[in-house]
């Protein structure tokens, strides 16, 4: 059974283990750094960057308070249109996501969905992984 919007029911699976499919690094920056790295590049690549999502910013607003989390929201429709094509449920996971946040010890993470992971979930054909592998290269540039 799942949970619903609009109330829970009885899960009967295992949990999902936290993390699970989740790729993380560490950088060698702070957060706005390694953000202004990361679009800095992805520019550089010709990448889309579609939105950076400032949930620590966005949490500021309301009176609360987080350690610096953002999103960034990138991608190529030349890229990800014939994964999505494809594996239409893709789409959910599309654009690719790089979380850049600050951990409670400090240090800045990026953290983003692994390829195994997204191939497994959605069935994608390993002929078109070359699509999204690149952000695993990405991340680990940001961080440097």
């Known amino acids: 059974m799942a949970v619903g919007l609009l109330g829970a029911s009885a899960v009967t699976e295992d949990p999902v283990e936290k993390g699970e499919g989740i790729a993380t690094i560490a950088s060698r920056h702070s957060v706005d750094e390694t953000v202004e ?3 800095g590049i992805l520019q550089a690549k010709g990448v889309m960057v579609f939105a950076v999502v400032d949930h620590s910013g ?12 953002k999103l960034v929201i990138f991608g190529s429709p030349k890229a990800g249109t014939p994964l999505m094509l494809a594996s239409p449920s893709v789409a959910i996971d599309l654009p690719l996501k790089i979380l850049v946040a600050q951990d409670t010890r400090g240090e800045v993470l990026l953290s983003y969905n692994g390829l195994e992971y997204l191939t497994d979930r959605h069935g994608l054909p390993h002929d078109l992984l070359p699509n999204i592998a690149v952000v695993g ?3 680990e540039k940001a961080a440097e």
Request: charge should be positive.
């Open 58 to 69: 966005e949490a500021a607003k309301v009176g609360l308070t987080m350690p610096p989390t």
């Open 137 to 139: 290269a990405l991340a």
């Open 37 to 39: 790295k990361l679009k």
